[in-house]
Nanobody
């Protein structure tokens, strides 16, 4: 049973930072592609950042230069470091794993950016 458990969400002020973590269990994490998605209220889920098993990363234009995705294969964990947060970053953030056989989603963690 593959499980993805996110943590690190919360309330941040504009210009502030948060670090999201996603621990993956039950799969070969090292060979999995990982990503972070987000869904704001009333909007479709969108891809924020992704990282391959070889650590190649990509970002949505809206977060380039502000967010950094990384992974620690020894801890089966993927991170999303978010800096210079904006109110429009407010959303539920979801961890996503693409294994050789199928994909999996975490339960989501709320990020709210407000003064």
């Amino acid at each position: 049973q593959v499980q993805l458990v996110e943590s690190g969400g919360g309330l941040a002020q504009p210009g502030g930072s948060l670090r999201l973590s996603c621990v993956v269990s039950g799969s070969d994490f090292g060979s999995s592609g990982m990503a972070w998605y987000r869904q704001a209220a009333g909007k479709q889920r969108e891809l924020v950042a992704s990282i391959t098993s070889s650590r190649s990363s990509s970002y949505a234009d809206s977060v380039k230069g502000r967010f950094t995705i990384s992974r620690d294969n020894t801890k089966s964990t993927v991170f999303l470091q978010m800096t210079r947060l904006k109110p429009e970053d407010t959303a539920v953030y979801y961890c996503y794993a693409q294994t050789l056989l199928r994909s999996y989603w975490g339960q989501g963690t709320q990020v709210t950016v407000s003064s």
